[in-house]
Every structure is written in C-alpha cells, then in structure tokens.
C-alpha cells in the first residue's frame, strides 16, 4: 500500500520473439497499409495460452475508432469467436473467445473490418510449461524478502531515465525521488539471497508508473502489461525469475487490484463509463475497513470504504464492471503464466469490491489449486483480517464473500512482536502480551499460512521500532524465523538499516548499502560494515540457513508456556524431533528452570543452540544470558 524436439524448438523461438516483441511495446500487431491508420492496435491480454482451466478469454482491443469494427477470428481448430461488443468509448473493443481442450498452440488471426477497411492482429497462444496448473506457492518452509526494486540496487545506470518518461531520477529525493534501482540490480544479488537463506522475493510493484511525479514506490501502476522501462523489460524480468527459480528462489509479484495510477490511458480514455469509481472523480475513502462486515455498519461507510480513492492520483477502479473484472482476473494469471510466478501479494486487498475478491481468488485458485496469494489487510484486529482467508466459517467470512486467500500478511501479530519487546514485562504486557496474541489463531482457518513479517516498505523499520537495541532485534528475527506461519523479512534488516520510528515512506526505504557504484558500505561484500551489522548479517544467515531444512519448523506443532520473570518458552516438534526456543528479556542472566516444561523434556534432556553452536544441558535447568535468545536442538 502506498499513500506502490523440433516443436520444442519452435516454441522457444516463438517466446523468445514474442518477448522481444513485448519488449519494444510492438505486441505482435501486424500493420497493414491503409489510409489513417498510423496508430497501432493494441490487445490485452498481448497474449494468451492453451490448455488453460478456464477455456473462456476476453480481449480488450484498442485503436481509435475501433468500437465501430467488425471482427472475425479465421477459423483455428479448437477455437471460438463467441462474440464482441463495443465499449463505451468509440476506441475500445470486447472480443471473447472460447480456447476448447483441443485447441493447439499457434497464432490465431483476428479480423478487424468497416466497409473497405481490413486490419489484421496475429494473436499467439502459447504452450504451457511442463506442470504449470500444478505450481507449488510460497509456504512454511520459506523466507521470503521484500524488497523496493527503485531503492534495492542499480545495475544498469542507462535506464535510470526513458524517453518521454516524466519524474526524472534524483537520488538526492529521499521522498519521493526515483533513484534508479532495476531488474539487473536485483539479479546481481541473487547469489547474496542464496548465501543469506531467503528462498522468495516479493519486489514492490514493477510494471509501468508513467507517472509526473512520486512514482518510484511502483503502485500507481500505468500500463498492467508492461514492466516499467526503468526496471528492465518483461522479457529481462521473466529471465530472472527463471535465474532465480535455477538457484531455489522463487517470485512472488506484487498485485493492485484496486486503482491504477492517474497517467494510465484510462484515466483520459475509459473503455466504459463506469471503469472508474466515483464518475472517476476523486473521493476519498475513510479506510474503514471494518465496515465490510461490521453487523452495526452504516451503509454508507460500507460504500465509501470499497468505492473511495486512495489519492487524487490513484484512480480507484469499478470491479463492479464485469469486463474491468474480467481484466484483472485475466491480468494476474498472465503474469503467473507468464513469469513463471511463486505467489501473488494483493495490495490494498480489503479495499476492492468484495464480491469481485471472492471472484478474483476463486479463478486464481481455480487455476492454480496450489498456488499461494498474500494478501494485505493492514489491520491490528485479527476478526478483520482473518475474514479474508479461504475455508472460513460463514460466521466470520465476509457477507455474501467467498475470499479465497491461503494466506494474508499477520499485522496484528507483528504489531502485538513490537509492542511486547518494546515494553516492559507484566501480568498482561511485554511478554505476556505475545503469548496471548496466539488465542487469536482460533479465527484462522490456517495459521501456518499466515505471512508473519518483521518489517515491510511501509512501517519503521524494526530496529529503530525496537530502540536500536541489538538483542531486541535479534529475539524478533527468531520470532518470526521460528515461530508457526511464513516468514517475511525486509530488505536491510539484515544490516541494521533504520528509519524514524514514525511512519515515514522515504526514510523506510533507503538505498540498500552497496546497491550503487562508489557506496562506502557494501552489505553484499560485507565492505565497510559495522561490527553490529557483520553481527546481525552472521546471525540471519546462520537461522534461516539453519531453518531451510527444518520441517521441525515449517510444519511442527507448537507448544508455548506461560511468560514467568521476563523468560517466555516454546517448543515445535514433529515426530522425534523437537526445536525449543527460550527468550530472557531481562538484564541480567538467568538460570530457568525447565522442570516446569516436563510436557515437552525428558529429564536430563540436553540440545544444541543453533546459533553459537553450544552444546547446552537443558534440563534441570537452562543457563540463558541477559537480553537474549536461544533457537536448541533438542537431541
Ligand atoms: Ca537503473
């Protein structure tokens, strides 16, 4: 959220041409000479596939005064015209298509005539990869980053800029300059998140931002179709989700469902009317978000929170319109398809209509059955957010909803981790306040799928949340490393990079260090680091390394004690294996006695600490130094 054999061969001859073709914005249209017709015809999606789940495509065509042409599809085995209707602009076309199981890969030939006049688009369908419905999504056994590719590393200096492109880099805008960050930047990085021990990547929004001003963060989006210039191109974008998937990373793509950005062709040129929320003027949401299903909610809050505007220059989009719905639908799984996608992040995801989020993630579902989709429901209350995931009981899902999400971002457990390590410990706060928050689980239908995330692009960062206090970072990196659900964690953190412990966009996200030729400090390199810092890297490396082959940790029940004395203590087990994971937030060393944890340790039980390596006696007692924690392997 943002206030952003042979036919084998010929298929890969054919992607890599229709990359290159996407690339230069040429989309596979095939001018033919005619009087008055410069502008080029342009279809979404540029491109489709066969052998998809749903057989049913609608095509947004656009040219100037196309809604008054006539169209023919030249007959293809397999594949139906089932009709077309003009939009409400003179320059918009709805062509629907029915792809039948049999229908083969190819190029299909559309006709586009009035009177004299004939244009042809050749339109591709593809060939799917080998087990594409069948793609496995981000869970439990991953990390996953978050990174803003704008502010992440620069690897190609010559596409800062692009042509015609307004809002010019300026590194010295920490607010709200572009500072050149791009595709080559994180790929040059992956060797780095292999060594570290994140297996996905969730970069903010790539595709196009043509936006004046302030468009770094990548959410107001412009063109749906195409990755921004100054990131790189579909085509680089798609190589490296591949580079990356060859060393075990995968790609999670950040989706906005709800508006677009006020440069996108739309905003000038509505295919209909009512694309726009609001006539596709400006009103402003209130954000409240629990009025979508609040019992005593008036209506008309329930209104203006899913049809208001986020800004006058985040246009909210009418998913009540069926072929803008179709779009989006139709949008996402291009993109999975395409890019060969891990998971989806739905922005904003409470803040779109409610009837089309059921529709949305049922179709990707549908399509995708083991496929992960995160969604953002940025709220500190558990009923608001746990009412978007799938298999929820009528009670708790949202009216006349369906969400279909496997998993959203857990805010009111990250908030409650801040909190409880930021205050002192009582009878109900600091530690106490954490082991409580886990009753919240009842309301899940699945905990484990719960994207638990120690910082995002949007909030301080944690150690400036947390005081810059080392060992307060440390116990919430093991936190959210160990604990049940998916860890998240944000670009930087592993270096210590801080912000203002207010909200503040441009101070979240600073440049990462070494991400620009002739940084002093390079975290990739390890150049110029701080002992602190070499110290928070080493221990992140070594948990989530550690973590990558610890089904003990992905999928492990857990079992978690009471906080007594400022000492919290849980345990995760899986058959004969058992982690335990104690936390001492007092100043002074403490010697706990684990007699009182009999469920889970034999008597004379001993372990390993993961991270200094110690062999460690646990039982009767576990030595614990001050302010610090202790990820064991039980033996
Ligand atoms: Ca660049």
């Known amino acids: 959220m943002t206030a952003a054999g042979g036919m084998m061969r010929t298929h890969r001859w054919r992607r890599v041409v229709s990359a290159w073709m996407l690339a230069l914005g040429v989309i596979g249209f095939a001018p033919v000479p005619a009087q008055g017709q410069a502008q080029s015809l342009r ?36 594949v139906q015209l089932l009709g077309s209707r003009a939009g409400d602009s003179p320059n918009y076309r709805f062509v629907t298509l029915v792809i039948g ?36 999504g981000f869970d439990s056994s991953d990390v996953i980053l978050n990174l803003v590719p704008d502010r992440f590393a620069n690897g190609d200096p010559t596409n800062d800029d692009h042509p015609g492109y307004g809002d010019p880099a300026n590194r010295a805008d920490i607010q709200a300059g572009r500072h050149g960050g791009d595709l080559a930047g994180i790929a040059e990085h992956l060797e780095y998140f292999v060594g ?67 440069g996108h062709p739309w905003t000038a040129d509505p295919p209909m009317r009512d694309w726009y929320t609001q006539g596709g003027r400006f009103v402003p949401t209130r954000h409240a978000r629990t009025a979508v299903a609040d019992p005593y909610a008036a209506a008309s809050d ?22 803008l719905a179709t779009y989006l639908v139709q949008n996402a799984i291009w993109w999975v398809e395409f890019a060969d996608l891990s998971g989806l992040r739905v922005d904003t995801y409470g803040y779109s209509d409610t009837a089309f989020l059921s ?83 009842r309301l899940y239908p699945d905990p484990s799928s719960m994207v ?24 919430a990196l093991a936190y959210v490393l160990t604990m049940r659900g998916i860890p998240q964690l944000y670009y930087g953190t592993e270096v210590l990079m801080t912000s203002p412990r207010q909200r503040d966009d441009g101070a979240t996200r600073q440049d990462f260090p070494g991400g620009w030729a002739g940084d002093a400090v390079n ?15 080493a221990f992140l490396r070594r948990l989530m390394n550690w973590r990558r082959t610890q089904s003990v940790v992905h999928r492990g029940r857990l079992v978690h004690y009471a906080p007594e004395g ?46 200094s390596g110690e062999r460690l006696t646990l039982w009767p007692a576990l030595a614990m130094p001050a302010r610090s924690v202790r990820v064991i392997e039980v033996d």
Not at 45 to 70: C, T
Not at 108 to 131: I, M, N, S, W
Not at 302 to 323: A, K, V, Y
Not at 574 to 590: I, L, P, S, W
Request: proline content about 6%; overall charge neutral.
């Open 359 to 441: 529709r949305w993630s049922q179709a990707l579902m549908a399509e995708y059955p083991a496929l992960n989709l995160v969604g953002e429901e940025w709220s500190g209350n558990p009923v608001v957010v746990a009412q978007w995931q799938r298999r929820q009981s009528p009670q708790l899902a949202v009216p006349g909803g369906g969400s279909q999400l496997p998993s959203l971002m857990d805010f009111p457990l990250h908030y409650v981790l801040r909190r409880a390590l930021a205050s002192d410990d009582s009878w109900n706060g600091g530690l106490t306040e954490l082991y409580e928050a886990l009753i919240n689980d």
């Open 196 to 262: 570290m021990g994140y297996t996905m990547l969730w970069p903010t929004p790539l595709m196009e931002n043509r936006q004046s001003r302030y468009s770094y963060h990548g959410y107001a989006v412009t063109d749906l179709y195409r990755v921004d210039p100054r990131m790189g191109s579909n085509a680089q974008y798609r190589e490296l989700v591949a580079r990356a998937r060859g060393r075990g990373i995968g790609v999670i793509q950040d989706v906005v469902l709800n508006h677009v950005g006020s």
């Open 566 to 611: 400022g000492i919290y203590a849980y345990f995760r087990h899986e058959g004969d294996r058992q982690v335990m994971v104690v936390f001492n937030k007092n100043r002074g060393d403490a010697s706990v006695d684990t007699r009182r944890y009999a469920e889970r340790l034999r008597a004379g039980a001993s372990g390993v600490d993961v991270i």
């Open 302 to 323: 329930r209104e203006n929170f899913t049809q208001g505007w986020f800004e006058p220059n985040m246009p909210d989009l009418n998913q009540r319109n069926p072929h």
């Open 452 to 475: 638990l995330f120690e910082g995002n692009h949007d909030v301080p960062r944690l150690y400036s949340a947390l005081g810059e206090d080392l060992a307060l970072t440390k116990m």
């Open 523 to 537: 975290a990739r390199t390890g150049e110029g680091l701080s002992a602190a810092q070499r110290d928070m890297q």
């Open 101 to 136: 199981a049999q229908a083969r890969a190819g190029w299909l030939e559309l006709r586009f005539t009035h009177d004299a006049q004939v244009r042809t688009h050749r339109y591709e369908l593809a060939a799917r990869r080998p087990g594409s419905a069948q793609r496995r």
């Open 43 to 78: 279809v979404e999606p540029p491109s489709w596939w066969v052998g998809m789940h749903q057989p049913r495509l609608e095509l947004l065509v656009h040219a100037p005064g196309l809604a008054g042409w006539q169209v023919e599809l030249t007959p293809y085995p397999g």
